[in-house]
């Protein structure tokens, strides 16, 4: 909407452009033949405030900070090399046009060079029914040549300093997204990522700032930032000797300058901006509105149950062991079975991992009746089926590699350089040709078994030689974005066809965590790494951005495969029900008291499915905060139902842990409790009580340090999920 005028500096404009949704505004400055300027991002303003606004000072600094005419000491968003080699940018407002896209308001803002015929849209959108503003650029020119784009942000946010924290998401292998909270001091802070491939194994392209100090869960002013992007990204913090911390987010420019032709537009990614008044957890609540409604495939669907054989036979696919496994997923109320790596392989076989990627061919050695077989044996169990691919892969050992040598990524003249098994290399989804043959990957089995239901797509290495025999030598530099263009193309291309396949993004666990695969994808794997109680650290790092729904969060095999720690059954169950619930082990290793556990377990997860998916997440006590204990909860929007999740994170003896407080509940509504997963030999003294919301959340209740079980059951570990329900 347009607002009534106001005087900023040293001229007057006439209709200052706010940017609304629900509950925060951006305010910009959009004066014809002047720079571009942000005046305002928080609470949503009344017209009150808006009319003298001007007068309460602040900021009104450039919305998208161009290198060269007027500023070249700070950061900026914007860098070019005209075709005359001239370095300076001076951009200035030509027009404003604000519409109805779907159920969003679009505002662009259409910005000209003052001197060069380069032009640039910088676009808001901003939703009617969530807390998100969407932002991006598109750049084009009409100068006789090619400009070189070299650096390209997405977007840029001034941040006033005082007690500014930032929170961010590090890691590794599985180790992803571990949370960082530290102050914003003076110098730059920089978030990167150059694996070119996957994103978010050791910086997620996520932030967020809490504005008035340490963050704190559930109260505090937070701006969260999210750049919807698969490929290799940059956040530049820059805190200078003005006032503010400048925030760019965008497009990693390092080897990646891009020569846009004449006519050409640049689009830049998305980068999603939210302010919340309720703390992290308010901020994460937009960012999982959002993502369900506008952002995630099936976002508004129920996720299976399903059993992955990964952890349970790694490469040692066959026919009777899938079947077995079929059998023992459908017997404990499973939905889903899904096999992985392993399963094709002619003149290749794949018994590891160093050989035939690309040679997407049944192994009839191990799958004698192949995919046909097993699609018979899911029915006759009553389970859907899934499927492991990796197409983006190829192995120096496979049929694939023979022939098309020359679509793999790798540097002209030289050697190619592997990866994973010693073997593997990466295909170059910037060229058409192999675009098409990663699309039939996927439509051949498709079209071939039409009720595989579940397609497991994975991507187990970066790129390690920077180079593209498809791209011409002047355009070498654009060897990342295209990859993900392709990458994107194929998606869409896939998506076109099989709206109703279910497709997960695993990247070695968690390496595709970012919104800018999930329009395409209905979760990711949140990590290889299955232990429960490292789970809970990384669970709670990635819930800051994306929902329980994109989890994929399984119970795995005791001990456990990557730490080799000895987590009981039940708690590894109460972790993997905070997510998407799913199991990571072989079933016939299982005892029967462990399979019956589960099976109740699966049993009341389908129960609490819809408030876990598609609830609002309240995270109560952080593992980080090193108090013992760790707990969150998922509340309905109509408060009707909640699930409250507890977990002890270390034991000691004579311990004192924190009586966690409940949030999200209705004040006025009486709520029964109910434990789920119990292994007690007597329920809890709140078992089928009542209290009211507003007792849960002033005093919470008290959890036992331990499970009263029989004493050769006892160990150190205790969690408990209780489900609350409001009464009529």
């Not at 490929?231 to 390092?254: C, M, P, Q, V, W």
């Not at 490469?315 to 017997?331: P, Y």
């Not at 989890?551 to 905070?578: C, E, L, W």
């Amino acid at each position: 909407m347009l607002a009534g005028a106001l005087a900023f500096g040293l001229h007057v404009s006439a209709e200052p452009v706010v940017v609304s949704t629900p509950r925060t505004s951006l305010v910009l400055d959009a004066t014809e033949g002047q720079e571009l300027k942000q005046l305002y991002f928080g609470d949503r303003l009344s017209d009150a405030d808006l009319a003298v606004l001007g007068a309460a000072g602040g900021a009104a600094r450039a919305a998208y900070p161009v290198y060269g005419s007027h500023f070249c000491q700070g950061e900026t968003a914007l860098a070019v090399a005209h075709t005359d080699g001239n370095l300076s940018l001076d951009l200035a407002v030509t027009g404003v046009d604000v519409k109805a896209d779907g159920d969003a308001t679009l505002t662009t803002v259409s910005l000209k060079d003052k001197v060069y015929p380069l032009y640039v849209d910088v676009c808001y959108k901003a939703y009617n029914g969530v807390d998100i503003i969407e932002t991006w650029t598109e750049i084009n020119h009409d100068e006789r040549g090619t400009v070189t784009l070299n650096q390209f942000a997405s977007g840029y946010l001034p941040i006033r300093r005082g007690t500014v924290w930032l929170s961010s998401l590090y890691g590794a292998w599985a180790n992803e997204a571990q949370v960082l909270q530290e102050p914003l001091e003076p110098g730059m802070k920089v978030i990167k990522n150059k694996d070119g491939l996957r994103n978010s194994h050791t910086a997620h392209a996520e932030v967020m700032f809490s504005l008035d100090g340490r963050p704190q869960e559930n109260a505090g002013a937070v701006i969260g930032a999210a750049l919807c992007y698969s490929g290799n990204f940059k956040l530049r913090i820059d805190t200078d000797e003005s006032d503010y911390h400048h925030f760019f987010a965008g497009i990693n420019e390092e080897n990646s300058a891009y020569r846009l032709r004449r006519g050409e537009t640049f689009r830049t990614p998305v980068l999603a901006l939210t302010y919340s008044n309720e703390g992290l957890s308010g901020a994460s609540r937009n960012f999982h509105k959002w993502g369900r409604k506008y952002r995630l495939m099936h976002g508004d669907r129920e996720r299976m149950i399903l059993l992955n054989s990964w952890e349970g036979v790694y490469f040692n696919i066959e026919q009777e062991g899938m079947d077995q496994m079929m059998q023992d997923i459908a017997s404990m109320g499973g939905e889903l079975f899904v096999m992985d790596d392993g399963w094709f392989g002619a003149k290749y076989q794949r018994n590891t991992d160093n050989a035939a990627l690309g040679d997407w061919t049944v192994d009839t050695r191990k799958l004698p009746e192949g995919i046909g077989g097993l699609l018979r044996d899911a029915k006759k169990h009553g389970v859907k089926f899934g499927i492991w691919i990796e197409p983006e892969a190829t192995n120096t050992l496979s049929e694939l590699y023979e022939k098309h040598p020359d679509w793999i990524i790798n540097a002209p003249g030289r050697e190619p350089v592997t990866g994973r098994g010693g073997t593997q290399l990466m295909l170059d989804l910037g060229n058409p040709e192999v675009q098409d043959f990663v699309f039939g990957i996927v439509d051949d089995l498709m079209t071939e078994y039409p009720d595989i239901a579940y397609i497991k797509w994975d991507a187990n290495m970066g790129i390690q030689s920077h180079g593209s025999a498809y791209l011409t030598k002047d355009n070498q530099s654009h060897l990342y974005i295209d990859y993900h263009r392709g990458f994107e193309q194929v998606c869409r291309r896939i998506r076109a066809k099989y709206p109703d396949l279910v497709i997960q993004a695993c990247a070695s666990g968690g390496g595709r965590a970012n919104w800018g695969v999930l329009p395409y994808f209905d979760e990711f794997w949140v990590s290889d790494n299955t232990d429960a109680l490292q789970r809970i650290y990384m669970q709670w790092g990635t819930s800051y951005f994306f929902p329980a729904i994109a989890m994929a969060s399984h119970i795995g095999s005791n001990p456990n495969h990557q730490t080799f720690r000895d987590i009981p059954i039940k708690y590894r169950i109460d972790v993997a029900m905070s997510g998407r619930l799913g199991m990571e082990i072989q079933p016939k290793n299982m005892t029967d008291e462990e399979k019956a556990l589960c099976r109740k377990a699966i049993a009341e997860y389908k129960q609490i499915r819809p408030v876990v998916q598609f609830g609002d997440l309240y995270r109560l006590v952080s593992p980080y905060d090193k108090l013992g204990v760790a707990s969150l909860m998922y509340v309905t929007e109509a408060k009707d139902r909640a699930v409250f999740y507890w977990w002890k994170t270390e034991t000691f003896v004579n311990q004192h842990l924190p009586r966690v407080k409940m949030a999200g509940l209705d004040p006025a509504k009486r709520y029964r409790v109910r434990e789920l997963n119990r292994i007690d030999n007597k329920p809890l003294p709140f078992e089928g009580q009542a209290f009211t919301g507003a007792f849960l959340m002033a005093n919470g209740l008290e959890i036992p340090y331990t499970h009263d079980v029989d004493y050769h059951k006892l160990n150190s570990y205790a969690s408990r999920v209780l489900c609350l329900e409001a009464m009529e």
